[in-house]
Each structure stands twice: as C-alpha cells, then as structure tokens.
C-alpha cells in the first residue's frame, strides 16, 4: 500500500491506494483558479498511476497516467465523473518509458466532483483503480 500526502494549491489530498481495491483520495475545499488536487497509487506490482484533477477557470483539466515499464500493453480506460463516463477508450503504454497519458477537460460542475479512473488490461484482465475527490 502507498500513503501520501501533498499540500498544493491550498488544497490538501490524502492518497491510498491498495492493490485491485482502488484508491480514495480526500481534497479539501479549492475553489480558486489554479487549484489542484492528486493521487497516485500502484497496480499489484504492474506499475503505477496518476490521477490529478486541475481547475481552470470554469472547467476543470482531468490528467491520469499509467507507467507500466513495458511498452505495447493495450489497456481499456475510463474516466468517470460523479459516475458519469467522461472519456472511455483504450490506450497502449509507449517507449521509451512504457507509459500513456489520458487527458480531458470537463466542465466544473456545482459542488463537489469525485472522479474515477480504471485501467484494465486487455491481454491479462489486470485492473488498477484510482479515485479522487475534489472541492471546486
């Protein structure tokens, strides 16, 4: 299990992520432009991810990555806010360091926004989940 804490933007996340049973990530209220919120977490030892969720003034930037060490592994994402599918698709990691990026910009919608990434490989069924919770 990863623990971690980071203090940006005003906005404090607690990150924990647990092999095959997600990640949950707390933000404090971040209303302000530029705010930002972020967890990260490891995939059972088949990599690791990165969730950050950015405002930008009245939308908000939707950044997760994946790094496998291992490029050409087809994975299937989808991004969720709120449970609502904001992008889905599949991605393949890529050289030189065996990663992708999924990035989108999404409306801010009132009150708070919890966002969900899960990555599924589609050779070995693999998942690694990511969950994040922000105030803006």
Known sequence: MNARRTLTSGVVALSLATS?????????????????????????????????????????EVDYELDTNRSGQHWRVNLADNGVVVTSGTFT????????????????????????????????????RGALTFAG
């Not at 707390?26 to 930002?36: D, H, I």
């Open 20 to 60: 095959g049973l997600g990640a949950l990530a707390l933000a404090a209220p971040a209303s302000a432009k530029g705010a930002e919120a972020r967890t990260s977490g490891t995939c059972a030892g088949l990599g690791a991810w990165k969730l950050v969720v950015k405002s930008e003034d009245r939308a908000l």
């Open 93 to 128: 990691t890529a050289a030189p360091g065996g990663s992708f990026e999924v990035r989108r910009v999404v409306a801010n919608r009132a009150g708070t926004d919890r966002f969900t990434a899960t990555a599924t490989n589609t050779a070995t069924g693999a998942t690694c």
